[in-house]
Nanobody
Framework: QVRLVESGGGLVQAGGSLRLSCVWS????????LGWFRRTPGKEREYVATINWSDSRTYYADSVKGRFTISRDNAKNTVYLQMNSLKPEDTAVYYC????????????????WGQGTQVTVSS
């Protein structure tokens, strides 16, 4: 069984930074891509960023490009989302997700999800 556990959310002022972590346990990590999504009340999950575990290629939504960075630590089975220059519109519950194969912006094709971590950006 695959398990994803997020941490690192919290309250921050606009312009500040947070780093989210997602620890992976279970099946061989190399066959998956890992992504971050976020959701605000009343909206669908929104794609944020993805990293391919096999070749470390990264992908970002336009709304976060240049401000957020996704990275990994193989030894710790952990993927990170460094969030800089945060804006109030970044407020959401952030979810880590994993799937077999290359990245996708579609939440529906991800097989495994974490429980989410709340990020609140005050103005």
């Amino acid at each position: 069984q695959v398990r994803l556990v997020e941490s690192g959310g919290g309250l921050v002022q606009a312009g500040g930074s947070l780093r989210l972590s997602c620890v992976w346990s279970g099946r061989t990590l190399s066959i998956y891509s890992l992504g971050w999504f976020r959701r605000t009340p009343g909206k669908e999950r929104e794609y944020v960023a993805t990293i391919n575990w096999s070749d470390s290629r990264t992908y970002y939504a336009d709304s976060v490009k240049g401000r957020f960075t996704i990275s990994r630590d193989n030894a710790k089975n952990t993927v990170y989302l460094q969030m800089n220059s945060l804006k109030p519109e970044d407020t959401a519950v952030y979810y880590c997700a994993a799937r077999r194969g290359d990245y996708s912006i579609l939440a529906g094709v991800y097989d495994y999800w974490g429980q989410g971590t709340q990020v609140t950006v005050s103005s």
